[in-house]
């Protein structure tokens, strides 16, 4: 058919040609052309690439999101144990502010009480 249209233009013919080429277009959208029918093996080759990359990818993002997960997770309880450790030592702190002052007061009662150990002494000591 494109060689009855090849010639048609050759002889002067545009619109025995226009009409052929209809025709062949026609038959095109008809029937399908067989390379539009089948897919070239170059085509399922990369669509069997691309699948697998697809694959590949998602495989991997799921890995990834796991590993990330499992990331979060040890933070967080290493976080826990941070703040755990804190309290304790906030509590470790308060025990020994306390346990000073107790000391600090006791200190000062016992030098009240060798100040007036030494007062009565000295009132003793004077008669």
Do not use: W, Y
Not at 64 to 81: G, M, P
């Amino acid at each position: 058919m494109l060689a009855l249209h090849a010639q048609a233009k050759a002889d002067g013919n545009p619109l025995l040609g226009r009409d052929i080429v209809q025709k062949v277009l026609q038959r095109k959208l008809k029937f399908g052309p067989k390379e539009a029918v089948r897919k070239s093996a170059r085509e399922v080759q990369l669509e069997a690439e691309l699948a697998t990359a697809k694959a590949e990818a998602e495989s991997k993002t799921k890995e990834l999101a796991a590993k990330l997960v499992e990331q979060d997770e040890k933070i967080n309880a290493r976080d826990e144990e941070i703040e755990k450790h804190k309290v304790e030592l906030d509590q470790q702190h308060e025990r020994l502010a306390n346990q000073g002052e107790k000391m600090e007061r006791m200190r000062q009662a016992q030098e009240k009480m060798q100040k007036s150990m030494e007062s009565v002494l000295a009132k003793l000591g004077r008669k």
